[in-house]
């Protein structure tokens, strides 16, 4: 099949690959407009340009799709289909009705659970036991489309948003060439959402992404993991210099109680308002991640030490 591919970070890489190694046509490439990064802020294009470029697919970034020539363009390419994957951009009704066979969106969560911006941050915040990616007809609404195929995936407790997140590819990539597999036999049936369940995974934003250390032990875990890697939750340690921001990475339940932010232990057990976790990895602002072996041995945590 013609396929316009709609799509911008790393999640959508794996499917674009996919599609083109099943032998579909990728006829065009839409994707968000480079953007300023690194210390130099100089332009850099996102993943799935990248990727359109090395196989010499057109790329185009515009800002709006809701104008009369954003859309002649988009009908220009005569795709049968539309495959969308976190492109970042809302599609307006006159987009959405061009394709013959629609536009199909791979969504990384078992909708209508976690519709919108962050499904697997929320996810795995909310401590939730399996995930999964959808293949779903897209509408107007946000995520409200009747869904073609669908897969699960477990989450278990120590799983971070960045292992889900990489596992949801995978597999997202595999549901959707077997969908547009499908959707050209005229076999894919699309069964509408429930309309119980409904939860919103709202975007991440910076206030939220302390630790709140008079939480559970189940709680602050969670957090912690389910903004792993990135943006990361965080507390300040203090030194002799003032305090000093640490990202908790990675971290697993542990025994114990006390005062919370209080450290248990000489190895960065800390206290929570019911319980405790046990930091495994951390990274010190502005440094790479590191064990929590590794950092111990260059700046001591002792017994009692308070963070915030």
Not at 21 to 49: F, K, N, W
Not at 70 to 92: E, K, N, Q, R, W
Not at 226 to 233: C, M, N, Q, R
Request: glycine content about 10%; aromatic content about 4%.
């Amino acid at each position: 099949m013609r396929v316009i591919f709609m799509g911008t970070p790393d999640f959508a890489v794996g499917t674009l690959l996919e599609i083109i190694g099943q032998g579909h046509e990728v006829v065009a490439v839409y994707t968000r407009a480079p953007q300023p990064a690194g210390r130099g802020m100089d332009l850099r294009p996102s993943p799935v340009e990248r990727e359109a470029r090395r196989f010499g697919i057109e790329v185009l970034t515009p800002k709006t799709l809701r104008t009369e020539e954003a859309a002649a363009t988009f009908a220009s390419h005569a795709a049968d289909v539309a495959v969308v994957v976190a492109y970042g951009m809302i599609l307006p009704k006159a987009i959405l009705d061009t394709p013959p066979l629609g536009c199909l969106n791979l969504h990384g969560s078992l909708l209508p659970r976690w519709r919108g911006a962050a499904p697997i941050n929320r996810a795995v915040m909310a401590g939730d036991k399996e995930s999964g990616v959808c293949a779903m007809w897209m509408e107007e609404g946000l995520d409200t489309g009747p869904v073609g195929l669908a897969e699960r995936v477990a989450i278990t407790p120590d799983m971070t948003a960045g292992q889900l997140h990489d596992a949801l590819a995978r597999l997202g990539a595999d549901l959707m060439v077997r969908a547009l597999g499908a959707l050209a036999r005229g076999g894919l049936q699309f069964t509408p959402q429930p309309t119980e369940g409904v939860t919103y995974a709202h975007k991440i934003e910076k206030a939220e992404t302390r630790i709140d250390w008079t939480k559970s032990a189940a709680d602050v875990h969670n957090h912690c993991r389910g903004l792993s890697p990135f943006p990361g939750a965080w507390f300040e340690l203090p030194s002799d210099s003032g305090p000093v921001r640490i990202k908790a990475l990675q971290t697993t339940i542990a025994h114990g109680s006390g005062t919370p932010g209080a450290a248990l232990d000489d190895s960065l057990t800390i206290a929570c308002g019911d319980g405790a976790i046990r930091l495994v990895t951390v990274q010190r602002a502005g440094k790479q991640p590191m064990s929590a072996a590794d950092f111990l041995r260059g700046t001591a945590v002792r017994a009692g030490t308070t963070v915030a």
